[in-house]
């Protein structure tokens, strides 16, 4: 019976890891670093659909937060400028396929009153989920960092969002890290 028990816990661990911690066969790949500053989880999946969200997505990419502890599921590639004030439970550094736009969704979990992506402390403590997507090209051996945080909103409420950051070397030979220009970030929910 603990034979069996301990079969079933590595199959179910197993499950867990994700094709995006290492290079995908037959095409180009990029890297990405995926930061999450809040003290929550976030689950980060790639979806096809870059219009409005709609749930999870598709394929784990990573899972961040004290759960990325539990399963297991950190991966360190090496990309310049590692962020040592972050914790290591929330950075994750994966490959992804490049040369075509690739859509990838943030859904941070915590304990707030978030409606929907919109803290409102008049609710009291919910549990919560504010998801963001973010589409962009990576370019081929491209090295990226995206980071979701919670952010002051324009109507003066918080909520989450996403900044995707380049990392290449400058005119000196060092690595810089410089806000990506071409990427979009949606936060419309599907029928909302």
């Not at 490049?98 to 009291?124: K, L, S």
């Not at 990576?138 to 909520?159: C, M, S, T």
């Given at each position: ?46 979806v096809e659909?870059?219009k ?31 962020d ?51 589409s ?36 000196a ?20």
């Amino acid at each position: 019976m603990k034979y069996i028990v301990f079969v079933m816990s590595l199959l179910f661990l197993s499950g867990c890891s994700s094709q995006f911690t290492k290079p995908h066969e037959g095409v180009d790949n990029a890297q990405i670093r995926l930061a999450s500053i809040p003290s929550n989880n976030n689950f980060i999946h790639e979806v096809e659909y870059d219009k409005c969200i709609y749930g999870n997505g598709s394929d784990q990419i990573a899972t961040l937060g004290s759960k990325a502890n539990l399963i297991r599921s950190l991966s360190r590639n090496g990309i310049p400028l590692y962020d040592s004030g972050i914790s290591d439970s929330h950075q994750n550094e994966v490959y992804i396929p490049a040369g075509n736009q690739f859509a990838f969704q943030f859904n941070g979990v915590g304990i707030a009153g978030y409606f929907p992506g919109v803290i409102d402390t008049n609710y009291g403590a919910l549990y919560s989920w504010c998801r963001r997507i973010v589409s962009f090209t990576p370019a081929p051996g491209g090295l990226y960092e995206a980071i979701y945080d919670i952010i002051e909103a324009p109507n003066g409420r918080k909520a989450c969002d996403v900044k995707l950051f380049e990392i290449s070397k400058n005119a000196a030979g060092a690595y810089e890290k410089v806000e990506a220009q071409n990427y979009n970030v949606v936060s419309k929910y599907c029928g909302s």
